[in-house]
């Protein structure tokens, strides 16, 4: 079963680049990076994005809409305690 590919697993391509592109920053960027690796960073972020979106969807139902904009994940970024987030995220949005 460990094998086996879920309909949401995030493309580990795109895993594997956005993990070596931050590791460039870095003066690790020769460090190798095992395919466990990938699968774990994969399924975190896909964990991460499930949990930040229903709180998003939480803070965009209490407003009484039915879908969320950036402002709902902004306030579910506060309210998940990922603050720090939210200002890097807006910058890329401009």
Do not use: W
Request: aromatic letters at 6%; one cysteine or more.
């Amino acid at each position: 079963m460990a094998n086996e590919v879920k309909v949401e697993d995030l493309p580990k391509a795109i895993v594997r680049r956005l993990v070596k592109e931050k590791l460039s920053e870095s003066s690790d960027a020769d460090l190798q990076i095992h395919k466990e690796a990938i699968l774990a960073f994969g399924e975190s972020a896909r964990i991460f994005i499930h949990y930040l979106s229903a709180t998003a969807n939480d803070v965009c139902k209490e407003s009484k809409r039915q879908t969320i904009n950036a402002e709902d994940v902004f306030k579910a970024l506060e309210e998940i305690e990922f603050q720090e987030f939210i200002e890097p995220l807006k910058a890329s949005l401009d």
